[in-house]
């Protein structure tokens, strides 16, 4: 088992900067493939981007690439997301997603957090 909670999210402008985090605890943070997705309202749950527990290789939603960077700290068992240049597209509750299938889908994930909500005004 483990928990999950993420943080960071807020109001921001268009072309603004927001960092999300996301804590885990229980079992060992560095075993799970881990995850960010997204959920506007009315919207099926989308993948932004992921990072594998070996090696650390990062993969991206097309919408997000080259705005939005993941990174793993494995020594604070902590997970961020830099979202920069955003647009209102990216409102949405953000999640939080630990496990060890797909990176890119949703199924590949066991663990999830309650999220957090990203406002992005124009």
């Known amino acids: 088992q483990v928990q999950l909670a993420e943080s960071g999210g807020g109001l921001a402008q268009a072309g603004g900067s927001l960092r999300l985090s996301c804590v885990a605890s229980g079992r060992a943070f560095s075993s799970y493939n881990m995850g960010w997705f997204r959920q506007a309202p009315g919207k099926e749950r989308e993948f932004v981007a992921g990072?594998?527990?070996?090696?650390?290789?990062?993969y991206y939603g097309d919408s997000v690439k080259g705005r939005f960077t993941v990174s793993r700290d494995n020594t604070k068992n902590t997970l961020h997301l830099q979202m920069n240049s955003l647009k209102p597209d990216d409102t949405a509750v953000y999640y939080c997603a630990a496990g060890g299938g797909t990176i890119t889908t949703i199924t590949g994930y066991d663990y999830w957090g309650p999220g957090t909500q990203v406002t992005v005004s124009s």
């Open positions: 990072i594998s527990r070996i090696g650390g290789r990062t």
